[in-house]
């Protein structure tokens, strides 16, 4: 066989990639019109329509090797990566990246297309194209794979791609360097071999960042069915599952577990008077106080209404009870209420809390009523107090007291 025939021709590999990406961009612009609500999918859409332009342009205008037909395609090339590099950051909700240094970023690759060059790098226009792409790859790989949060499969995946497209450029901008490259023509500089890494690099992305998409789907609806729409806590569905686990974990290691059980005061008085906005303003921030101020590995659920509950895993009913005492002065200060009294405004935002260790063996429906008889003894010895529920041991169990019951027994 001639070996000039295993040579891939370059003008058919770039019409072959031109389509590809166009493809690739329709895939990303239906992705991003689907779901407009998650960020960054707009800036993935129009990078991949900057790529297939540029191709396009490639491969219309391959006849004439230098001027139009080069620079404006490595300008475009630059200018997606830098679009990508904002749909990523902004996928993981963080900002843009600075302008000064995107703009300095494309300003040099325009500076490298145009400007004449030296006769010892022939080449420059495409070596600075290849060091630009090179580094936007690797900020990329590193915003894809440094986020704190649990980082999702494919979005681990697509930042290693990121770092082998980094290394392939990387390495194409050094062979570009050499006057005679060491692999003849299927050298890394060469155009046939750096279209076919960019035709499967744009598939293989182009597909990623449709999974991460679905993975980001998947988790808000895992949110939604497992979280309170206004504050954010657990739902009692989820709780119910999540303590389940806890139980068992307790009863293998001994550890104690104790629960709280929450109900904010005169909350009925505070819609009156501010509104079910001011109420459920009070209810969000009454949410985050608790997140500051339990640890991470409470369970903190909204129980209903002005209703809450939270369990403590290793907690003893004294460490339960301090912690409780903690919420409760940290939720008044945080009204604007002080913490021994609510005579000062007679619809403060307070809470009462109920606090009961589980015993081996104890569900979580005998635990919370436990804890609820205790809160309602901190109600009815005048609200804004944290109380821990007589050992179960030495009393006779009762049913859950529903608020309507606490709030007629509080009018007597």
């Not at 954010?232 to 989820?238: D, I, P």
């Not at 904010?264 to 501010?274: A, E, M, S, V």
Request: aromatic share 6%; net charge positive; hydrophobic share 50%.
């Amino acid at each position: 066989m001639d070996q000039d025939n295993m040579e891939f021709d370059v003008r058919t590999l770039l019409v072959a990639a031109a389509l590809a990406t166009s493809l690739c961009a329709l895939a990303r612009i239906l992705l991003w019109r689907l779901h407009p609500a998650i960020p960054g999918l707009g800036s993935w859409a129009a990078a991949c329509v900057l790529a297939s332009v540029g191709l396009g342009l490639h491969a219309l205008l391959h006849i004439a090797p230098s001027g139009l037909a080069l620079s404006l395609p490595r300008v475009l090339e630059v200018v997606g990566c830098v679009l990508s590099w904002d749909g990523f950051r902004r996928f993981n909700g963080r900002k843009s990246p600075p302008f000064s240094i995107s703009a300095a970023v494309v300003l040099c690759m325009l500076v490298a297309t145009t400007i004449p060059s030296p006769d010892s790098i022939p080449k420059l226009g495409a070596i600075v194209n290849s060091a630009l792409i090179s580094l936007l790859s690797l900020l990329i790989a590193r915003e894809l794979l440094r986020t704190t949060k649990t980082v999702y499969l494919t979005m681990r995946v697509t930042g290693w791609i990121y770092i082998l497209n980094a290394a392939f450029f990387a390495a194409r901008a050094f062979a570009l360097t050499q006057v005679a490259p060491p692999l003849g023509r299927v050298a890394l500089g060469s155009a046939s071999v750096t279209l076919l890494w960019w035709l499967c690099g744009t598939m293989a992305l182009t597909l990623g960042m449709v999974l991460m998409t679905s993975e980001r789907l998947k988790d808000n609806l895992e949110q939604q069915a497992s979280r309170d729409s206004l504050t954010g806590a657990l739902n009692r569905r989820a709780f119910a599952l999540m303590v389940k686990k806890e139980a068992a974990r307790a009863r293998r290691s001994g550890q104690p577990l104790s629960v709280l059980m929450m109900d904010l005061d005169h909350f009925k008085q505070i819609n009156d008077r501010r509104g079910h906005a001011g109420g459920d303003a009070i209810l969000c921030l009454f949410v985050s106080v608790a997140t500051r101020i339990l640890r991470g590995e409470d369970l903190f659920c909204r129980f209903g209404g002005e209703e809450f509950v939270a369990l403590l895993p290793g907690s003893s009913a004294d460490a339960a009870l301090a912690a409780a005492e903690r919420l409760r002065i940290a939720f008044a200060e945080g009204a604007g209420t002080p913490s021994g009294s609510i005579r000062s405004r007679p619809f403060a935002a307070t809470v009462s809390i109920g606090v009961h260790e589980m015993l081996p063996g104890e569900d979580l429906e005998s635990a919370v009523r436990h804890a609820d008889t205790a809160l309602y003894q901190a109600k009815a010895m005048g609200r804004n107090r944290c109380e821990l529920a007589v050992p179960a041991t030495n009393v006779t169990p009762i049913p859950v007291m529903t608020r309507a019951f606490r709030a007629s027994a509080a009018k007597r």
